[in-house]
């Protein structure tokens, strides 16, 4: 198929009301035609070269395609066009919209209802008043009635029975917050499948959308293959830069051949450019970078689905323990394994990617933490977070206790629930880095702090007092931050020494969770969705304060890291067994008023030999 971006209407200046009788009958054979004329009346300007080459691949393109262009590229409105040039073609098309959610369907066939009722060429199209007519269904006034509807909208996952299609649009049925989670990816493929039972034969079915995972279903629907081992779909991919010699390697043919004939006609000085100059300037898509972060923009902007791949995502929730924990005390000895999947908590991650508790042992000693110690990744008010992460020691074990993040910055109730927390987990040593506003969160948090504690205190005995150091570390500017986080998680969690509390997991959820078509991006802030997400690449997270927070609080123990667990445990029990042994031996001196014979030792492992 050619590039066909440099398409335009030459016969036609300006928006007009009364289209010529030979520009209608240009517009029923070329939708390009038919778009340019749209676009006329809506915007008064003529679609770009790079839209006009996504209309011919919609007219052109095979029957089962998938159409993946950056955000913000009109792909919605360009194919509600392709929709409305069907039925302007054949007045009994069928055609089905399905978005991620209903609304977003509604406002598909709302616009194109208008666009009959305001455009004069599409004026015979208008419903008849005996007709269907309404935000999720309607006929066009040339149809022969039938049971199914001209243009029907329904959100993925809606009811298709009694509903016939000769052209099926998937439009954006993929949503971040459908596709956030394992089983939401699942749920939408097998939603799709239901496409292929309502369509009529020699229907089409044409997938519009912008991956939001690295797991995306368009992946999974490029994979598919019929009998005969050919692929069942085609892809074109129109991406927001233009992209490098190797770029277009990851792409496996899908890129548009727009691109390639543009760079032989423009020359290679355009490459690392944006493709829509006209709209989206060179600053405005560095800026979305900067604020999306280069994974998730690489996936929404770039379409590199190719390069995202799991490979690049080192920090996996399945490399987890996760369990119940007590505020105070922990196991001595936990054993990591998969065969306790906990399918109740939903994942962030990536398929096959779940959370698992420890597997059981019969004999598993509970213990005091030895030390708790918390980390304040702090910010201002703004689009970021403050976050404090508590993680206790045990062995060589880490305890992921606790994780608090607000955007209120150093505010007073701030100041309060991380003073509270401090106490309740009662954390020895809070590490906050002292760049941070000059040493201004410390000067305000000491004096809170310090009140918390002389509250708890005086509920308690002189010997139980407890309270808090503050340790102020300074930061690396040097070290690329996602590198210095990697290289705290990495050992910690690859070798499954860090035990994540289930409250901490169901609370990051929770803290993040939006409504039904809700496409605000709150879960990039959650702890779990930047663990999993996190790769080398600089700026890889558009926020990452929850996971610098943890990766902070884990770097204070890394000095103790190096033992093992299970021998420590073991020695742990030993010396106190044998602490305990020689306290008995000593109050039975003390009853019979005798002198021990030998040294305490001796008699230890004698008793310890009688014992076995």
Request: proline share 5%.
């Amino acid at each position: 198929m050619p590039a066909s971006g440099d398409f335009i209407i030459k016969p036609l200046a300006g928006v007009v009301d009364v289209i010529p009788a030979s520009l209608e009958e240009r517009a029923k054979k070329d939708f390009r035609v038919f778009l340019t004329i749209i676009w006329r009346h809506l915007l008064s300007v003529d679609p770009s070269p790079i839209q006009l080459d996504m209309a011919y691949w919609l007219q052109h393109g095979p029957a089962r395609a998938i159409t993946m262009a950056f955000r913000g590229f009109s792909k919605s409105w360009i194919t509600g066009a392709y929709a409305l040039w069907r039925l302007y073609v054949n007045p009994d098309e069928k055609i089905l919209v399905v978005s991620g959610s209903l609304l977003r369907a509604q406002a598909t066939t709302n616009w194109c209802l208008q666009l009959i009722m305001t455009l004069p060429m599409l004026a015979h199209m208008k419903p008849k008043s005996n007709y269907r007519q309404s935000s999720q269904m309607f006929d066009v006034g040339n149809c022969i009635p039938a049971q199914s509807a001209s243009f029907m909208a329904l959100g993925i996952g809606g009811q298709l029975v009694g509903f016939r299609g000769t052209c099926i649009i998937p439009d954006d049925v993929e949503t971040q917050t459908n596709s956030l989670t394992e089983g939401g990816r699942s749920k939408n493929r097998e939603s799709v499948k239901e496409f292929e039972s309502v369509l009529t034969p020699g229907g089409v079915i044409k997938y519009l959308g912008t991956p939001h995972d690295s797991d995306s279903l368009y992946l999974y629907l490029l994979g598919l293959r019929d009998a005969n081992g050919v692929p069942v779909y085609q892809a074109r991919i129109w991406p927001c830069f233009f992209p490098n010699n190797e770029e277009e390697k990851s792409y496996r043919g899908w890129l548009a051949p727009y691109m390639g004939a543009q760079l032989r006609k423009q020359g290679p000085g355009i490459i690392g450019h944006s493709t829509m100059p006209n709209r989206f300037t060179d600053e405005d898509l560095e800026n979305r970078r900067a604020a999306m972060g280069n994974s998730e923009f690489r996936l929404q902007f770039m379409l590199d689905l190719t390069g995202t791949m799991l490979s690049k995502f080192p920090l996996r929730a399945k490399d987890l323990i996760v369990m119940d924990l007590d505020p105070k005390m922990g196991p001595d000895q936990i054993i990591w394994g998969t065969t306790a999947p906990l399918r109740d908590l939903v994942p962030m991650g990536h398929d096959g990617d779940f959370y698992y508790g420890p597997v059981d042992v019969e004999k598993r000693t509970m213990v005091r933490y030895q030390e708790v110690a918390g980390m304040i990744d702090g910010s201002g008010r703004g689009t970021d977070e403050t976050s404090l992460t508590i993680v206790a020691y045990i062995n060589g074990w880490l305890f992921l206790l606790y994780q608090f993040s607000t955007q209120d910055g150093y505010g007073p109730e701030t100041l309060k629930e991380i003073a509270r927390a401090c106490v309740r987990f009662n954390v020895q040593v809070l590490r906050i880095e002292a760049n941070f506003g000059d040493g201004m969160f410390t000067a305000l948090l000491q004096p809170v702090l310090l009140a918390e504690w002389r509250a708890h205190n005086e509920r308690l005995p002189d010997d139980q007092h407890g309270g808090t150091r503050i340790e102020e570390i300074q930061s690396s500017n040097k070290a690329q931050k996602e590198k210095r986080v990697l290289s705290v998680l990495e050992p910690v969690t690859q070798q499954h020494r860090l035990v994540v509390s289930r409250k901490v997991i169901e609370d990051d959820r929770a803290s993040v969770a939006a409504p039904e078509g809700d496409e605000t991006g709150k879960h990039r802030y959650a702890l779990m969705f930047q663990y999993t997400h996190l790769t080398r690449e600089r700026d890889s997270l558009g926020h990452d304060d929850r996971i610098e927070s943890l990766a902070g609080a884990c770097a204070y123990f890394a000095p103790k890291l190096g033992v093992d667990p299970l021998g420590v445990a073991v020695r742990h029990r030993e010396e106190s067994y044998h602490d305990e042994l020689e306290r008995l031996l000593r109050e039975d001196d003390e009853v019979v008023g005798r002198v021990g014979f030998g040294r305490p030792d001796t008699r230890v492992k004698a008793a310890q030999i009688a014992h076995r």
